[in-house]
């Protein structure tokens, strides 16, 4: 993937540089390296093409290139913080070979600190890639494994950004679409790589959950930021641990978005035994994906660390139910229970 494109784009008469040191969760430290690496290079443009790490550590880069300061200048919401200049980026392209964050049509940059692996979120509109090129050939080669944990955080992107309290009824709209993408095209994926179509379906899946989700996001990312700081858990994987119980956390509040949400991937019944149906459907694609249905099977513990890392998260405070650590606590208990 990466010869042909680096062959491609000299062949246009194109100076290519690589950096490809950043992988796992995104650190600081990949980005201080990709921004030496651009310096060196004195490079004028930064085209990133690989999963959700790549794409974030490649609009870190793009952004510390040329801003004054350090990238925790820049965290989001932070009193005094720096702001993002787009006169200030240079051109940026986003190429993603997986289908789960939506990256390349978001805003922000989630990066962690090499010492405590805390996630830092960077955002700025201007930091939304210029170009993107979605192409489902790209992605025909992730591992069924890969395939579901990244189709499960679109999934999860979508469902949460429905059920996020703030107003925004056309994220809403946007959500459904995906999941409803979701519902048609990730198993299929999953069960055959090389279905173009369904490939093509997800790169679409994720891409709307990451527009969706600048509505909010909820309880289950709060789990899986803890998951993945403490443990180094996938972020996919984590949401996909932790979306049925956190599904049931919310069901009483939002029966009728549960309504809708049956609806969606095609439930019949009445309204409750749709909304009931959501969350049965849920556990069910987590079995077909083999994802792991206990948490200490991935040898986490709970531990408070885990539980003040989950509560201080900012993403359930758009959830629609207050989740107390009390909550917490029992949500990493019914971890990887999907039924
Ligand atoms: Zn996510």
Redesign the pocket.
Known sequence: MLTSLVSGLEAKGLAVAVYSEAAGNPLISHVEQGVRAYKAHDADAVLSIGG?CALDVGKAIALMSHHPGNILDYEDDKPNGLPVRADLLPLTISIPTTA??GSEVGGSSVVSRDDNHQKIIVWGAALIPRHVIADPDLTLSLPPHLTAATGM??L??NVEAYLAKNFHPICEGIALEGLRYVNRYLVRAFENPSDREARGGMLMAAMM?AIA?QKG?GVT?SC?HALSTCYDLH??LA?AMMIVPSMRFNYEQQAEKFTTMGEVVGIQGSASEKGQGFIRWLGELCRTLKIPNSLSELNVKLTPRLLDVATQDTCHLNNTRACTRADFEKLFQEGGAHV
Do not use: I
């Open positions: 959700g789960g964050t955080d679109a999860t992107h959950g989700f996001l990312h899986a972020h996919g949401n």
